[in-house]
Antibody, heavy 113, light 109 residues
Framework: EVQVVESGGGLVQPGGSLRLACAASGFTFRTSWMHWVRQAPGEGLEWVANISPGGDGEYYVDSVKGRFTISRDNAKNSVSLQMNSLRTEDTGVYYC??????WGQGTLVTVSP | QTVVTQEPSLTVSPGGTVTLTCASSTGAVTSGHWPKWFQQKPGQPPRALIYTATNKHAWTPARFSGSLLGGKAALTLSGVQPEDEAEYYCLLHYDTAWVFGGGTKLTVL
C-alpha cells in the first residue's frame, strides 16, 4: 500500500522557521521526483518546490527562493522542506506529492503574529 | 510571470460531456509542458488524474481523458457522474518550475 505522510506543520510567528517532512512508502521512492505544493485557505494550489530523484536538482517558485530549501534522504524514503524567514502569506496546507501521482493528506502551516 | 488559465467554472448535466481547458500565457501548450490534471473535492487533498497530457493513472476512471486541443491542454469528462463535482487543476512544466492553473469549479446539475 502506498503511503505519503506529511508532518511538521504548526503555528509560527513571521520571521520564524519550520521544517516539514514527508515520509513515503509503497513505491520506488529513489526514482521519483518529489514536489511540495501549498494551498492557502480558500485558494487554489500553488507549486512550491521539487527535487530530482538523486537530489542533485532543486527548483523553487520565485516567492520562496532563498528562504525555503528542499532536500531528500533516499535511504529513509523521505523528503523535507526547510522554511525560513516565514511570512504571513506562506500560510496554508502543504502537500507532498510524487510524479507517480501519490499525494499526502497535507500539513497546516500558520504564520501569524 | 507565467500564467496558466483555466475556466473559473463550468456546469454540466449528469450523463453529459464537458471539456476543461488549460492555456499558457507563453503560447501553445505542448507535450513538453508535461501537462497534469488533478481533481480536488472539499476537505480532501488533490487526486492525480492525468499525466503527460494524455496518460491515466491506474485509478483514473475511464470517463476521464486528457488531450492537447487547439494549443491548450484539455480534460474531457464523458458520461459525467454526480461524484465528479469538484475543483479541477492543471499543472504545467516550464524549464525549471511548475505552474498550476487557477482551477475550474465543475458543477454537476
Amino acid at each position: 500500500e502506498v503511503q505519503v505522510v506529511e508532518s511538521g506543520g504548526g503555528l509560527v510567528q513571521p520571521g520564524g522557521s519550520l521544517r516539514l517532512a514527508c515520509a513515503a512508502s509503497g513505491f520506488t521512492f529513489r526514482t521519483s521526483w518529489m514536489h511540495w505544493v501549498r494551498q492557502a485557505p480558500g485558494e487554489g494550489l500553488e507549486w512550491v518546490a521539487n527535487i530530482s530523484p538523486g537530489g542533485d536538482g532543486e527548483y523553487y517558485v520565485d516567492s520562496v527562493k532563498g528562504r525555503f530549501t528542499i532536500s531528500r534522504d533516499n535511504a529513509k524514503n523521505s523528503v523535507s522542506l526547510q522554511m525560513n524567514s516565514l511570512r504571513t502569506e506562506d500560510t496554508g496546507v502543504y502537500y507532498c506529492f510524487t510524479d507517480a501521482g501519490y499525494w499526502g493528506q497535507g500539513t497546516l502551516v500558520t504564520v501569524s503574529p | 510571470q507565467t500564467v496558466v488559465t483555466q475556466e473559473p467554472s463550468l456546469t454540466v448535466s449528469p450523463g453529459g460531456t464537458v471539456t476543461l481547458t488549460c492555456a499558457s500565457s507563453t503560447g501553445a501548450v505542448t507535450s513538453g509542458h508535461w501537462p497534469k490534471w488533478f481533481q480536488q473535492k472539499p476537505g480532501q487533498p488533490p487526486r492525480a488524474l492525468i499525466y503527460t497530457a494524455t496518460n491515466k493513472h491506474a485509478w483514473t476512471p475511464a470517463r476521464f481523458s486528457g488531450s492537447l486541443l487547439g494549443g491548450k491542454a484539455a480534460l474531457t469528462l464523458s458520461g459525467v457522474q454526480p461524484e465528479d463535482e469538484a475543483e479541477y487543476y492543471c499543472l504545467l512544466h516550464y524549464d525549471t518550475a511548475w505552474v498550476f492553473g487557477g482551477g475550474t469549479k465543475l458543477t454537476v446539475l
